[in-house]
Nanobody, 124 residues
Framework: QVQLVESGGGLVQAGGSLRLSCAAS????????MGWFRQAPGKDREFAAR????????YYADSVKGRFTIARDNAKNSVYLQMNSLKPEDTAVYYC?????????????????WGQGTQVTVSS
């Protein structure tokens, strides 16, 4: 089992950048694929990005591709989401998630553990 804690959210102007971090507890962090999701008020939870246990493969939603970068540091039990060129429509609570699957997809049920979320607000 793994526990996840996100940080790094905040208020930023459109065009700005934020870097989200997710700290994981447990010795088996390196065995999990990791993902970032987001949920805006009144909307379903939406996939943003995924990285495999080794960091060798990444996958992005079309809505963030070219602007967001997911990375991980297994030595620090952490995964990151670098968000550039932010838009007001990126406003949401962002969640870190861990999956036992080697190549989890874009669906929330592909992931087994979730953090509590961090708010990102992009002003126009």
């Amino acid at each position: 089992q793994v526990q996840l804690v996100e940080s790094g959210g905040g208020l930023v102007q459109a065009g700005g950048s934020l870097r989200l971090s997710c700290a994981a507890s447990g010795r088996t962090f390196r065995s999990y694929a990791m993902g970032w999701f987001r949920q805006a008020p009144g909307k379903d939870r939406e996939f943003a990005a995924r990285i495999t246990w080794s960091g060798g493969s990444t996958y992005y939603a079309d809505s963030v591709k070219g602007r967001f970068t997911i990375a991980r540091d297994n030595a620090k039990n952490s995964v990151y989401l670098q968000m550039n060129s932010l838009k007001p429509e990126d406003t949401a609570v962002y969640y870190c998630a861990a999956s036992n699957r080697i190549l989890p997809g874009h669906r929330p049920y592909d992931y087994d553990y979730w953090g509590q979320g961090t708010q990102v607000t992009v002003s126009s």
